[in-house]
């Protein structure tokens, strides 16, 4: 039985078909149905246990209905009432009812690689929805998320950071189109909230969710530390894949929980509905798509090399990604090209001003992702003022100046503005036009003379740019006198 799951997998290295998925242990509590999907304690414990001293217990009345389910352990008690289809395990206890095959012994770990646990960063702004409101984000990073009894928070689709949840009773968070969240504390849920696709969005499933709680219990990470790594309250319904594989997954009594759920622990509250639905591998030896995350926006001065990002992409088989980036967009005439199109953060040289936009699609030995896209928009540059070369000319001598090494990297016009720093003292030195490209003067005195030069592209000033003119010695001019005669 176990070999056969094993082939069914196709990757050993994948979790494969799991409804529900304890690292370290799975309680499924009293009255409880399992309608599909298997459940699995991953490996061999030597405690502490979510109960007894087992790694998975199965609780009284306990029904799994799908024939081709099974259970996975250790160490299993099937407590009085239960009935269960299938199981694979070492060490059985208890009353329970097995309808279908018992297979020993259970090969452990069920999974070698747990599903990946990405980098979670999140924001600085903080969300209160007040009691019966209603708000949208928009993909990004947030702080602490807290809905308030009733109040609806609507997801747009894409990638989001959170510090931690707080959902209150009643309150719903939903989707309209497929994200991926990732809170970095705690997930705490009350009574009857919801958590899944948005009603309109019809064509989402659990599988077009995945929520990932980073956080440990209480502050230690211990078994019983409060509150828990992620809890659903009582009466929640959960449409979605949920993985908290530092702590104690938890739904409260009477909850419908639909997709798949790992954790350290996982413990399903008396009365709950349980059903696969996408899973973290998709069952019966699937392959999930791999996610591609091309990064954050970015604005930048031309010029720039940007380097990009695809680190954040996953995959939750645990298969090595692939990488490939395009350009599906850049200004006319630029000749911009990414150094390397598979590496995870190549670069590109940001050559003319405009809107950049790039692709990346990852795969992982099976399947391409869908792609992501991320956009670099320039910002404006200053213009550089180039005032000329310094000259040396001869008092008397009209001095023309030249800003035309001036430029703009953005190709913007630029106005110009000359004046003098300093000038000889009693000079009297006036620039013929102080706005042209190319002003003149007359050096009327021996000196030095220091002209500067700013140049605007129409949004902001250059530095300023400095030339010298210095004066040669002239040559001094011997005058005698008028002619004159005289007598003998």
């Known amino acids: 039985m176990f070999l056969i799951f094993l082939s069914m997998a196709g990757k050993a290295g994948a979790a494969q078909d799991f409804v529900v998925l304890g690292n370290e242990g799975v309680w499924v509590r009293q009255g409880s149905t399992i309608l599909s999907g298997d459940v699995g304690a991953n490996q061999a414990s030597i405690g502490p246990y979510l109960n007894g001293e087992q790694e998975m217990t199965i609780g009284h009345d306990v029904v799994v209905q799908t024939s081709n389910s099974r259970i996975f352990g250790d160490t299993v008690r099937l407590k009085s009432g239960s009935q269960i289809q299938n199981i694979v395990v070492n060490t059985l206890l208890g009353p329970g009812q097995i309808l279908g095959t018992m297979t020993t012994p259970v090969r452990l770990p069920l999974v070698f690689e747990m599903p990946p646990v990405p980098s979670v960063h999140p924001g600085s702004q903080d969300i209160d929805i007040p009691a019966g409101g209603a708000l949208t984000l928009q993909a990004g990073r947030y702080g602490r998320l807290k809905a308030r009894p009733g109040a609806i928070v609507t997801l747009s689709g894409g990638l989001y950071h959170f510090q931690e949840w707080d959902i209150r009773e009643d309150a719903q968070v ?6 991926e969240i990732r809170v970095k504390g705690q997930i705490d849920t009350r009574r009857h909230t919801v958590v899944g696709p948005a009603p309109d969005a019809a064509t989402l499933t659990a599988a077009d969710i995945l929520i990932i709680g980073i956080g440990i219990n209480g502050t230690t990470g211990a078994i ?10 009582e009466g929640s319904t959960v449409r979605a894949k949920v993985y908290a594989p530092n702590g104690l997954l938890r739904f409260r009594a009477e ?3 639909t997709g798949a759920f790992v954790g350290k622990w996982v413990r399903m509250g008396n009365h709950s509905r349980i059903a696969l639905e996408g899973g973290f591998g998709l069952g019966q030896g699937g392959n999930t798509l791999p996610l591609a995350k091309a ?14 990002d695809g680190a954040d992409s996953t995959d939750v088989d645990g298969n090595l990604l692939t990488y490939r980036w395009t350009i599906l967009s850049q200004p006319a005439g630029s000749n911009a090209s990414l150094s390397d199109i598979t590496s995870i953060m190549p670069t590109l040289v940001i050559d003319i001003p405009g809107v950049y936009t790039l692709q990346l699609i990852v795969n992982d030995g099976t399947v391409d992702s869908d792609p992501d896209t991320v956009t670099i928009t320039t910002i404006n540059s200053p213009p550089v003022a180039g005032a000329g070369q310094d000259q040396t000319v001869f008092v008397t001598q009209s001095v023309l100046l030249s800003g035309r090494d001036s430029h703009d990297v953005d190709g913007d016009a630029l106005s110009f503005h000359w004046s003098f720093v300093s000038i000889p003292g009693g000079s009297g030195a006036t620039l013929s036009n102080p706005t042209s490209s190319t002003p003149d003067f007359l050096v009327d005195l021996a000196g030095t003379y220091h002209v500067q030069l700013i140049v605007n592209d129409g949004q902001e000033d250059s530095p300023p740019d400095m030339v010298l003119i210095n004066t040669h010695n002239s040559k001094p001019v011997a005058h005698a006198g008028q002619d004159q005669t005289v007598p003998v």
């Open 174 to 179: 939903l989707a309209t189109k497929a994200v």
């Open 224 to 233: 019983d530390g409060t509150p828990e790594a992620v809890k659903f309250g």
């Open 255 to 257: 909850s419908r929980a």
């Open 295 to 308: 990064g954050p926006d970015q604005t930048v001065h031309v010029g720039m090399n940007v380097q990009l």
